[in-house]
C-alpha cells in the first residue's frame, strides 16, 4: 500500500522520536496532544514537547480536553485517517473513537506487557528489580493496554539505569519498533496480532512525590532502586544527620566491618570522600551525590566540607 495516512496523538518527551518515525514512514495529517498546561515558577501556559515539535512543520495540532464529544469525534473523521498511533496521549481514547481509523489505533508502550500496564512503566520496572524491560507496540482496544501485541523489543535493565536514562532508551527503542510495525504494513503485511496472556499481569501506579522519601528501615537495596527510578522525578530525600535533602545517586553495601548489628536505620555509620554510608534495615546505602535545599547537586566529599562534622575518615 502507499504511504497510510496517520494520525498521532502524545505528550511528553516520550512521544517525540515515535512522531519523528510517523513523519519519516507515512503521512501525517494531524497531531493531537494535551491542551497547554501551566509550567515554571510563572505558570505560564506551556506547550506539550509534541506540539513543539509539531510546529515546526506544516501538520495541523489539536488539542481537545477530552475526545469523549460527538464533535471531537467528527474533527477526526475529518482527516480520514488510515491509522492512528498513540504514545503517552494522556487521554482515553473511546470504543467509537477506536473505530475511526480504517486500520484501528496502534499504542507504543514501554514495558513487556502484560507486565507494567498503565501510567510509570519504566519507574515501576527499575523499582521491582526487573532484570528487563522493553517496548510493545500493541492494537489498542478498550482496555487499560490490554490490546494485543504486534511487536516488541526487550533491553536489559543495567544497574546504572536511571529513570532518565532509561526513559531516553525506550523511547528510541518504540520509535524503532514503529517504524519497523508501518514499513511491513507499507509493504503489505499483515501483522499478527498476540493475545496478552492472562497471567503475569501487573499495573504500573502514577508516580507519587510521597514515594520518594527514603525509608532507611528499608532495604538498602530497595532504597537505591528507588533513588535510580526517580531520577529525574520526582527525585529521592532523606534526612541526613537532621538535614533534608535530595539524593540524586547511592549505592547499596553490606554492612561494612565495625557495623555492628542493631545499629539504628538512618544513623550515619562511615562518612568519607567515598561518600555517605547510612544504616538501613538490611545493609547499608552509600550516598554519592545530594542536593541540599536551594543548592545544587554536589558529591558526597563536597558536601562533608560543608558538614565536616560529619566526617569519619
Same mark, same amino acid.
Given at each position: 500500500?502507499?504511504?497510510? #495516512?496517520?494520525?498521532?496523538?502524545?505528550?511528553?518527551?516520550?512521544?517525540?522520536?515515535?512522531?519523528?518515525?510517523?513523519?519519516?514512514?507515512?503521512?501525517?495529517?494531524?497531531?493531537?496532544?494535551?491542551?497547554?498546561?501551566?509550567?515554571?515558577?510563572?505558570? #505560564?501556559?506551556?506547550?506539550?514537547?509534541? #506540539?513543539?515539535?509539531?510546529?515546526?512543520?506544516? $501538520?495541523?495540532?489539536?488539542?481537545?480536553?477530552?475526545?469523549?464529544?460527538?464533535?471531537?469525534?467528527?474533527?477526526?473523521?475529518?482527516?480520514?485517517? +488510515?491509522?492512528?498511533?498513540? $504514545?503517552?496521549?494522556?487521554?482515553?481514547?473511546?470504543?467509537?473513537?477506536?473505530?475511526?481509523?480504517?486500520?484501528?489505533?496502534?499504542?507504543?508502550?514501554?514495558?513487556?506487557?502484560?507486565?507494567?500496564?498503565?501510567?510509570?512503566?519504566?519507574?515501576?520496572? $527499575?523499582?521491582?528489580?526487573?532484570?528487563?524491560?522493553?517496548?510493545?507496540?500493541?492494537?489498542?482496544?478498550?482496555?487499560?493496554?490490554?490490546?494485543?501485541?504486534?511487536?516488541?523489543?526487550?533491553?536489559?535493565? +543495567?544497574?546504572?539505569?536511571?529513570?532518565?536514562?532509561?526513559?531516553?532508551?525506550?523511547?528510541?527503542?518504540?520509535?524503532?519498533?514503529?517504524?519497523?510495525?508501518?514499513?511491513?504494513?507499507?509493504?503489505?503485511?499483515?501483522?499478527?496480532?498476540?493475545?496478552?496472556?492472562?497471567?503475569?499481569?501487573?499495573?504500573?501506579? %502514577?508516580?507519587? #512525590?510521597?514515594?520518594?522519601?527514603?525509608?532507611?528501615?528499608?532495604?538498602?537495596?530497595?532504597l537505591e532502586r528507588n533513588?535510580?527510578?526517580? +531520577?529525574?522525578?520526582?527525585?529521592?530525600?532523606?534526612?541526613?544527620?537532621?538535614?533534608?535533602?535530595?539524593?540524586?545517586?547511592?549505592?547499596? &553495601?553490606? &554492612?561494612?566491618?565495625?557495623v555492628e548489628d542493631g545499629? %539504628?536505620?538512618?544513623?550515619?555509620?562511615?562518612?568519607? %570522600?567515598?561518600?555517605? +554510608?547510612?544504616?538501613?534495615?538490611?545493609?547499608?546505602?552509600?550516598?554519592? %551525590?545530594?542536593?541540599?535545599?536551594?543548592?545544587?547537586? $554536589?558529591?558526597?566529599?563536597?558536601?562533608?566540607?560543608?558538614?565536616?562534622?560529619?566526617?569519619?575518615?
Amino acid at each position: 500500500m502507499q504511504r497510510p #495516512k496517520l494520525v498521532f496523538a502524545g505528550t511528553p518527551d516520550f512521544a517525540v522520536p515515535g512522531l519523528r518515525a510517523c513523519i519519516e514512514e507515512g503521512d501525517v495529517v494531524a497531531v493531537y496532544t494535551q491542551p497547554d498546561r501551566p509550567a515554571g515558577r510563572g505558570r #505560564k501556559l506551556t506547550p506539550s514537547p509534541i #506540539k513543539q515539535a509539531a510546529l515546526t512543520t506544516d $501538520i495541523p495540532v489539536e488539542q481537545p480536553e477530552s475526545l469523549k464529544s460527538a464533535e471531537a469525534r467528527q474533527r477526526l473523521r475529518h482527516y480520514a485517517p +488510515d491509522l492512528m498511533v498513540v $504514545i503517552a496521549y494522556g487521554l482515553i481514547l473511546p470504543r467509537r473513537v477506536l473505530a475511526i481509523p480504517r486500520l484501528g489505533c496502534w499504542n507504543v508502550h514501554a514495558s513487556l506487557l502484560p507486565r507494567w500496564r498503565g501510567a510509570a512503566p519504566i519507574q515501576r520496572a $527499575i523499582l521491582a528489580g526487573d532484570a528487563e524491560t522493553g517496548v510493545c507496540l500493541m492494537q489498542m482496544d478498550a482496555g487499560l493496554d490490554t490490546g494485543p501485541v504486534l511487536l516488541s523489543e526487550s533491553t536489559p535493565i +543495567d544497574a546504572a539505569d536511571t529513570g532518565g536514562s532509561l526513559h531516553d532508551r525506550l523511547a528510541d527503542i518504540g520509535a524503532h519498533v514503529l517504524a519497523d510495525g508501518l514499513r511491513r504494513v507499507i509493504m503489505g503485511e499483515v501483522l499478527r496480532a498476540t493475545p496478552q496472556p492472562e497471567t503475569g499481569a501487573t499495573y504500573a501506579n %502514577k508516580l507519587d #512525590k510521597a514515594e520518594a522519601k527514603l525509608d532507611f528501615a528499608r532495604p538498602a537495596i530497595e532504597l537505591e532502586r528507588n533513588v535510580r527510578a526517580f +531520577d529525574p522525578w520526582p527525585v529521592a530525600e532523606a534526612v541526613v544527620a537532621g538535614e533534608r535533602v535530595r539524593v540524586w545517586q547511592a549505592e547499596a &553495601r553490606d &554492612r561494612g566491618p565495625g557495623v555492628e548489628d542493631g545499629t %539504628k536505620p538512618g544513623a550515619i555509620v562511615a562518612a568519607s %570522600k567515598h561518600g555517605i +554510608d547510612v544504616a538501613c534495615g538490611e545493609g547499608v546505602l552509600r550516598i554519592l %551525590k545530594l542536593q541540599r535545599a536551594g543548592g545544587r547537586v $554536589i558529591d558526597a566529599a563536597d558536601y562533608l566540607n560543608a558538614r565536616a562534622g560529619l566526617r569519619t575518615a
